[in-house]
């Protein structure tokens, strides 16, 4: 043996992701996310982590996502100072996100001390938007497929996942063993991405496992997209996404961008209004390494991927309020996808009430969430302190998922050509953790086991 895991999040559930490896005199940290959803794992955040931060040696990261990402200022708030490595991409990503964070946190605070709910006197932010900054310093581009060297004789190499823009796997190669996790693993055959890359897999496989007992749904998003469009816009109404500014705006660019060109859909303007999608779509336009070949195809016939004809991006507050009188068919995608806040929801009290208009689903929406009681069927909803009556017609697509698939995580598995030594699913809920872990001993006949929260084992 050679040296300890510690699983310190995304083990048991499918946030908080961080992973504590010592060995050879070096302390690593891969990954430092933030635990959202459930209140007992968001009190996780705020608990002294007991990992003496100032003598931790790097942070890896395998992608931009808060939850892998979303801890790092509190950490250098509370004494980190080592190098953060990551992709170019990731890097930029990390920029957008984590300031967003950070100011999230700040208004919640200041939401918390107005309205005098607060288990904390006063109520405190996670971290402010200095401590992201702070964080944000110690990062460090590495290339893509290339091993790194980050101290003697131990190297890490990243390779896409397809999962969003610069998302890679790790192998972390320390005093001669070989680690490898997987970070989230992305689809194939979907536009704009990569497929993930396969790895050799040595003595030691973290994999995720997000939709480890769930396929995903075969219906082209294009086709349905074209479809609720087509409706809408001939009952004269308007399509209203509620969407991610990571990855599924530039998705739906992309798309909107194809099926116009195509004469699927009329040429109707398309309106962006989230400041944030804005900035993710100007990043990934950015990084055309990590585009498909079709992606590729259209750079090269000096066409933009993300570009699409009557496209308009909504700076301001005001400018976004203006959009209310505009009664003619349109898209007009907005954040936040989970309808939790942001302009999302002016869009809805004001377009909700009208039959005309089609409120499409494109991710996502948690149980007992906004989206989830209108998805139901409900007849109204409260928005922004009102009773909005909903007549406008709910549909979804649900094939946008950025994630792999039970299948899609099997197929990355067997693409790699050597049996890893042991492997622990990590970045799961219970049910689709031990779901794929059964999936791997039957069909690979890997030693698997579930990842324990704070559990340490050795390699
Ligand atoms: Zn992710």
Not at 61 to 89: E, F, K, M, N, W
Not at 247 to 255: D, E, P, V
Not at 345 to 372: A, C, E, I, M, S
Request: hydrophobic share 35%.
């Amino acid at each position: 043996m050679t040296g300890s895991l510690r699983f310190l999040g995304a083990s048991g559930t499918v946030t908080g992701s961080k992973y504590l490896v010592e060995a050879g005199g070096k302390r690593l940290l891969i990954d430092a996310g933030m635990f959202q959803g459930e209140r007992r794992w968001r009190e996780e955040n705020w608990r002294d982590p007991q990992l003496d931060l100032e003598h931790i040696d790097a942070v890896l990261i395998t992608h931009a996502h808060i939850d892998h990402t979303g801890i790092l200022p509190r950490y250098v708030a509370q004494g980190l100072t080592c190098p953060v490595y990551a992709t170019s991409a990731t890097v930029e990503m990390s920029q957008l996100l984590l300031l967003d964070a950070a100011r999230l946190q700040e208004e919640e605070a200041s939401y918390r001390l107005e309205s005098g709910k607060s288990r904390h006197k006063p109520p405190l932010p996670l971290y402010r938007e200095k401590d992201a900054q702070a964080a944000l310093r110690l990062f460090r581009p590495v290339p893509l497929g290339k091993a790194v060297d980050l101290f003697p004789r131990v190297s890490a190499t990243w390779r896409r996942t397809g999962h969003i823009l610069g998302a890679a796997s790790i192998e972390l190669v320390v005093e001669g063993r070989r680690l490898t996790f997987s970070g989230d693993v992305g689809r194939y055959g979907v536009p704009i991405m990569r497929d993930p890359e396969p790895v050799d897999f040595g003595d030691l496989l973290l994999i995720e496992s997000t939709y480890g007992d769930k396929l995903h749904s075969t219906e082209s998003a294009s086709d349905k997209l074209a479809q609720v469009i087509n409706d809408t816009a001939k009952r004269g109404g308007l399509v209203l996404v509620p969407s991610f500014a990571v990855g599924r705006t530039q998705l739906l660019l992309y798309q909107l961008r194809d099926l116009k060109q195509r004469r699927k859909i009329p040429d109707i303007p398309v309106i962006i209004d989230s400041p944030m999608a804005r900035d993710a779509t100007t990043i990934y336009s950015q990084f055309p390494d990590e585009y498909d070949e079709e992606a590729l195809g259209l750079l090269k016939r000096g066409e933009q991927p993300f570009m699409t004809t009557k496209l308009r991006f909504i700076q301001d507050r005001q400018e976004s309020i203006q959009l209310n009188s505009i009664h003619q068919p349109m898209v007009l995608i907005a954040g936040s996808g989970m309808l939790s806040g942001g302009r999302i929801l002016h869009h809805l009290k004001h377009r909700l009430p009208d039959p005309k208009n089609t409120l499409l689903f494109v991710g996502y929406q948690p149980k007992g969430g906004r989206g989830d009681w209108i998805k139901k069927g409900n007849q109204s909803a409260t928005i922004l302190g009102d009773e909005i009556p909903i007549r406008a017609q709910i549909d979804e697509i649900s094939g946008l998922s950025a994630h792999a698939d039970r299948q899609e995580l099997l197929r990355w598995c067997r693409e790699s050509t050597s049996k890893p030594g042991k492997v622990y699913v990590v970045h799961g809920e219970p049910g689709p953790a031990s779901s794929f872990r059964d999936l791997l001993i039957k069909d690979r006949g890997w030693d698997v086991e579930l990842a324990g929260y704070q559990k340490e084992v050795l390699f």
